[in-house]
């Protein structure tokens, strides 16, 4: 598997009972040449939003799961079918938050 490209976006701000978190959504897309296969490992998260602290993840009930797509594609046209995926996805991402405040 070859790795295509790695992204992830801030989304926007929520509110938690722990204070406020940075919304946040991420795609991993590899590429399996022998196959044709592009497979896009979608995550969303919420992480501190305390530039001084280490960087930490924080569940939320209301995030969509982690999902894989794959799809059969040529090696050609795998970094726009990606950036597609991830912009679907951080639509849905956007949409499950209770209250986005957009930073």
């Known amino acids: 598997m070859k ?10 701000m929520v509110n ?9 959504a991420s795609a991993v897309a590899s590429y399996d040449e022998s196959a044709g296969s592009l497979a896009v490992k979608l995550e ?3 992480r501190n939003t305390d530039l001084v602290k280490k960087e ?9 799961q982690p999902e894989t797509v794959r799809e059969q594609v040529g090696i ?8 597609e995926i991830f ?3 951080a639509r849905k991402v956007s949409a499950a938050a ?4 957009h930073v």
């Not at 790795?3 to 926007?12: D, K, M, Q």
């Not at 930490?56 to 009930?61: E, G, S, T, V």
């Not at 209770?98 to 405040?101: G, K, R, S, V």
């Open 76 to 83: 050609g046209e795998t970094v726009e079918l990606t950036r």
């Open 44 to 46: 969303a998260f919420l």
């Open 98 to 101: 209770p209250a986005l405040h």
């Open 87 to 89: 912009q679907r996805w």
């Open 56 to 64: 930490k993840r924080f569940p939320a009930d209301w995030l969509p």
């Open 16 to 24: 938690t009972p722990a204070g406020p978190r940075e919304l946040c």
């Open 3 to 12: 790795r295509v490209l790695e992204t992830s976006e801030a989304l926007g």
